[in-house]
């Protein structure tokens, strides 16, 4: 098997120990354990600064974290409470592209899991691949491609551990239909109905943007925006049975014609991460406020 430093497979998971001792060192710190994770891709940062007797931990403080090394992503979990509801926020995620191996990027999922979250939501940058979606249009995301995953760097890849979950998880209905259907409903309210879509992402492993023949494969995959994260964290939530929703942001369209001149860089997509941030802040605070959870051990109402 393919070893890393720590003596493991490679690809596999973070031991089930390793989760609980940094689930435990959280818990120990924090007033309330969150049942709803945000993951605040390019233009979400702030949404962790909205809220409530917020408790903040850098990722190098976190036994076990990894550390973010991108820039425009900055490296903390913000603990507290949104619209009422327990929350934390990562403000900056891990990627395939920075050398992380599966189990590094998807660690904090497992983490979450163990701290009592019930439903994850991911954001995201992407490239539009569609001929109707314009930069600065928000995708809620239907359904993945996950390149690397078809391509066995599955982050679910070596032994299974029952405890997180079973061996052959479906993804059939991965993104949430109630979450989604209340997403587009937040944005029409919002007055955003217009350039808000749904559709498939696709995943790529990064770091450079597609060439066009790469661009055009994609497409007739049936993938509506591209980009380079989101799928293994959301494979790992769903195999532990959270309920998750995915917002895409379209920061750019791909060329997918050597005569058009569509330039792409990492500036360009951070920039307009930050002329939509208050629009993203909105639909997702407004979707925590949606969300029900059922008490537990309470008789069902007669
Ligand atoms: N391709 C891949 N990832 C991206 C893009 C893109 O065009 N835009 C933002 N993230």
Known sequence: MDQGAEGRCWHCSRR????????????????????????????LGLLAETLSSPKIFNYSQIPHFPESTVVGHSGQLVFGALQDKSCVCMKGRFHVYEGYPLWKVTFPIRVFKLLGVKVLMVTNAAGSLCETYRPGDLM??????????LAALNPLRGPNDDRFGPRFPSLWDTYDRDLRI??????????????THEGVYCMVGGPNFESVAEAKFLQKLG??????????EVV????????????????????????????????SVLEVGKQRSQLLQMLITDLVRSIQFKVENQEPAA
């Open 223 to 232: 993938a509506d925006a591209v980009g380079m994260s989101t799928a293994p």
């Open 140 to 149: 809620i995301i239907r359904d993945h491609i996950n390149m690397p995953g």
């Open 236 to 267: 790992v939530a769903k195999h532990c049975g959270m309920r998750v929703f995915g917002l895409s942001l379209i920061t750019n369209r791909v060329a997918q014609a050597y005569e058009t001149q569509e330039s792409v860089n990492h500036s």
């Open 182 to 195: 209340t997403a587009l409903e937040i944005a029409q309210k919002l007055g955003q109905a217009n350039l």
């Open 16 to 43: 089930y120990e390793d989760c609980e001792e940094t689930a435990r060192w959280l818990l120990d710190r924090i007033q309330c354990p969150p049942d709803i994770a945000i993951i605040c891709g390019s233009g």
